[in-house]
């Protein structure tokens, strides 16, 4: 199995404002999956998502993407294991201001010895004639554009996605998950998408729900809807 997590249980804060986040959660995923994670505010979606990415620490069970444990990973060894393994995309795009489009992407192309060929990324993602212009001159289903091929060009094992349209039009939105759902078929990589959006899950392969910090229901889809078809974003 690509990603599992077993009986994974994560918490924050103590005595009077301890909360127990996740419950004992555990997961499979697949290689090459398109996997959408839901759930209410508060269900324990996100806190998954970065534990899978190393973000937080857990307090007990495990976790193994591509083989690895990250219980127990510390400091430089925990640098190296989202650095060999995963690509970042959250809600806000997180640019460097004074950094054009194709200087953006090529500070993640640094960090990999294995990079996807940026040229041809910026193409794939529509950037080409953006890609000398800076965040501030991009609309911003293009600063998520960027944002995208920035994490994709360390050509990443696994992309963590937390709420990658929320911050956009409905128009926008389908275009971004149009972008994602071609790049895991052209390029095979496993996707995890965080989203309170009740219609992405009919584009996906494998939907997990999230309440109250618990599996609530986990199921492939036997037929997919193409993003560009997708209602009500």
Known sequence: MYIETKDLKKSYGEGGSYVQVLKGVSIKIDK??????????????????????????IDSGDVSVAGTLIRGLKGERLSDYRRAN?????????????????????????????????????GVLGLTEHQYKFPSQLSGGQQQRCAIARALVKNPKVLLCDEPTGALD????????VLLEKINRQYGTTMLIVTHNNSIKNMVDHVIYLKDGEIYKDYYNETKVPAAELEDL
């Open 32 to 57: 090459g999956e398109l996997c959408v994670i839901q759930g209410t505010s508060g269900s324990g979606k996100s806190t998954l998502l970065n534990c899978i990415g190393g973000l937080d620490g």
């Open 170 to 177: 409905s128009k926008t939105s389908r275009d971004i998950l």
């Open 86 to 122: 995963l690509g970042f995309i959250f809600q806000f795009y997180n640019l460097v201001p004074n950094l054009t489009v194709r200087e953006n992407i090529q500070v993640c192309e640094y960090l990999t010895n294995d990079p996807l060929d940026i040229d041809e990324l910026i």
